[in-house]
């Protein structure tokens, strides 16, 4: 199985700031890699697919990229909606797998 | 405008059975591959099964495979998730997925999620 290790698990930050947020899989993975966003209570949300590709009506403060085995999520200018969890998932062979999320906290 | 919304959640005994569904709309449910994943309170996401348009090939995560069944009925535009034998770490809520393939395999559009709490 495809192991995907996320860091970090949380971090604080400020409107306006840059974020950062990675993934490492166990394997090389190609282009099989997506981001999402989940707000508290709410299911996850789309945000980058094939590492770098913006899902339709998101922000373009978010931007993906890596290639192999890393991977990064970068938004931009913090605002304040973007305060939620995120998670990486790979999909390039069964069992497909998450990271184990980063908290982006205030 | 995709809309998938799960139902069967709730409570049930250790050893139980539940059969969860996903009722989808808005489009052509026969033409995706579908998919379940959960997440425990206040953990993370969890992925455990796929299933191809036709329902002619089937992935699962090891630790459900043979507990869990996932199916569908195209002409009803549903998907389910049978799950028998059910454990206290099976309490989550369950979200069903579609899937589309982009040069690369995502999970494109979410149910809200319907929760499933194993406890006697």
């Known amino acids: 199985d495809i192991q995907v290790t996320q860091s970090p698990s949380s971090l604080s930050a400020s409107v306006g700031d840059r974020v950062t947020i990675t993934c490492r899989a166990s394997q090389i993975i190609g282009s099989s890699f997506n981001w999402y966003q989940q707000r508290p209570g709410k299911a996850p949300k789309l945000l980058i697919y094939t590492v770098s590709a913006l899902q339709g009506g998101v922000p373009s403060r978010f931007s993906g990229s890596g290639s192999g085995t890393d991977f990064t999520l970068t938004i931009s200018s913090l605002q304040p909606e973007d305060f939620a969890t995120y998670y990486c998932l790979q999909t390039y062979s069964a069992p497909w797998t998450f990271g184990q999320g980063t908290k982006v906290e205030i | 405008e995709v809309q998938l919304v799960e139902s069967g959640g709730g409570l049930v005994q250790p050893g139980g059975s539940l059969r969860l569904s996903c009722e989808a709309s808005?489009?052509?449910?026969?033409?995706?591959?579908m998919s379940w994943v959960r997440q425990a309170p206040g953990k993370g996401l969890e992925w455990l099964a796929n299933m191809k348009h036709d329902g002619s090939e089937i992935y699962y995560m090891s630790s459900v495979k043979g507990r869990f069944t996932i199916s569908r009925d195209n002409a009803k535009s549903s998907l389910y998730l049978q799950m028998n034998g059910l454990r206290a770490e099976d309490t989550a809520v369950y979200y069903c997925g579609r899937l589309e393939y982009r040069s690369a395999w995502c999970q494109d559009s979410w149910g809200q999620g319907t929760l499933v709490t194993v406890s006697s």
């Open positions: 808005g489009f052509t449910f026969s033409s995706y591959w």
